[in-house]
């Protein structure tokens, strides 16, 4: 199946920057009997010392997954994820988030097939729709993407790439 464009190169990016810990940080993560995860995750910056945390709670309604999360910084988060619901391979993310210095919402919707990929994500608070495709034969994938602002009417950046990978199996 052939991989979604943001996720071309993945594994080196995640090479690069995961397991680089800045900061001290302490994450505790419990499951209830009925299926709902908690995560209760702290942080002490290592510049300024500052201490942060959050707490969040997934759960799953009928097979779609619901996270809700609440911050020391005053904001709570929800994600509400619809999987396969009437079209095999289609996925839908809705976000939301309310903060006392800002709010945001956002939709996404992935399709993927064996031979294609395609996102169309919707920042409705800043009028941005961003879609991309993928498409694939065995081991190479070409895709892009590009940024449509509703505001400017106009394509604020755009880019194209190729990604030739093999399985570690």
Do not use: C, H, R
Request: no cysteine.
């Amino acid at each position: 199946m052939v991989k979604s464009y943001s996720d071309f190169g993945k594994p080196a990016k995640n090479l690069l920057k995961d397991d680089f810990v800045v900061g001290k940080k302490a994450e505790v993560k419990t499951a209830t009997a009925d299926g709902v995860n908690f995560t209760a995750t702290g942080i002490e910056s290592d510049k300024d010392g500052a201490l942060s945390g959050s707490l969040s709670w997934k759960y799953k309604v009928y097979g779609n997954a619901f996270t809700t999360k609440v911050t020391t910084g005053n904001v709570i988060s929800n994600e509400a994820v619809f999987e396969d619901i009437g079209v095999k391979g289609l996925k839908t993310t809705v976000n939301g988030s309310l903060g006392t210095a800002s709010q945001s919402a956002s939709a996404k919707i992935d399709y993927k097939q064996d031979a294609v990929a395609a996102t169309i994500v919707a920042d409705v608070k800043n009028q941005v729709l961003t879609p991309s495709v993928a498409v694939g034969y065995k081991m190479f994938s070409l895709g892009g993407t590009a940024t449509l602002e509703n505001s400017s009417k106009s394509v604020s950046q755009y880019s194209l790439g190729s990604s030739l990978a093999k399985d570690d199996s």
